[in-house]
């Protein structure tokens, strides 16, 4: 039969495992504040959605220079407003603002300038 050979087995103390737990722990909750941040700082999908509609209307707002009102599927009301910019004859702010229930989620503004050739029209 084989002798066994008797060797001191080599361990982490209690208070080593400790403290690396602690610096474990420590970069997990910066790691976790840093994505709440992230999270909390990024456009929600709605907002991406209402300025890609706000975009559209921006585009048409030239030829249609009267206050607009629209609602979409879900409920959203729309409500286009362009008038002329500081006494200019050829640029106008164009105002969106989107509301549901009552209450403003969002407004979106552009001063637009018209063409020169629309201008002779």
């Known amino acids: 039969m084989a002798k066994l050979k008797l060797q001191k087995l080599q361990a982490s ?3 080593e495992v400790i403290v690396a737990m602690v610096i474990i722990l420590i970069v997990f ?3 976790a504040q840093i994505y709440a941040n992230v999270v909390r700082s990024s456009p929600s999908a709605e907002q991406q959605y209402l300025r890609a509609t706000a975009e559209n209307y921006f585009q048409s707002s030239l030829e249609e ?3 607009d009102s629209a609602v979409l599927p879900d409920s959203t009301k729309i409500e286009k407003k362009t008038e002329p910019y500081a006494g200019y ?3 106008f702010l164009c105002t969106v603002t989107f509301s549901r229930n009552g209450k403003n989620i969002g407004t979106y503004h552009r001063i637009i300038q018209k063409d020169k050739e ?3 029209e």
Request: glycine content about 0%; cysteine-free; hydrophobic content about 55%.
């Open 13 to 15: 103390t209690l208070l």
């Open 29 to 31: 909750v910066m790691a």
């Open 65 to 67: 220079k009267e206050q």
């Open 89 to 91: 004859a050829d640029v």
């Open 118 to 120: 629309d201008a002779h």
